[in-house]
């Protein structure tokens, strides 16, 4: 079974930064993208940024330049380095593989963004 576990988050004042990782269990690491989604309170689900096995990255206009997608396949690893975190990023992350499949939804990663 596939377990996708997040972690790293926390409360960050503005222009703060932050590490998320994301630990993946499974064969899913080396087949699929993947990438990291979030959920602001009161709004849908967003794609933040993707990374294939071969390394090529993209990202959501919002997050450009700020946040950073890696992955380490000898630890089946992808990571999300943040910074010069804004309010407006304050969300719970989870990765998951793209284009997203329920099942593999985990609890995520609480960031908060406040002074």
């Known amino acids: 079974q596939v377990q996708l576990v997040e972690s790293g988050g926390g409360l960050v004042q503005p222009g703060g930064s932050l590490r998320l990782s994301c630990a993946a269990s499974?064969?899913?690491?080396?087949?699929?993208?993947m990438a990291w989604y979030r959920q602001a309170p009161g709004k849908q689900r967003e794609l933040v940024a993707t990374?294939?096995?071969?390394?090529?990255?993209n990202y959501a206009d919002s997050v450009k330049g700020r946040f950073t997608i890696s992955r380490d396949n000898a630890k089946n690893t992808v990571y999300l380095q943040m910074n010069s975190l804004k309010p407006e990023d304050t969300a719970v992350y989870y990765c998951?593989?793209?284009?997203?499949?329920?099942?593999?939804w985990g609890q995520g990663t609480q960031v908060t963004v406040s002074s």
């Open positions: 998951n593989v793209f284009p997203a499949r329920g099942a593999y």
């Open positions: 990374i294939i096995s071969g390394g090529s990255t």
């Open positions: 499974g064969s899913i690491f080396s087949i699929h993208v």
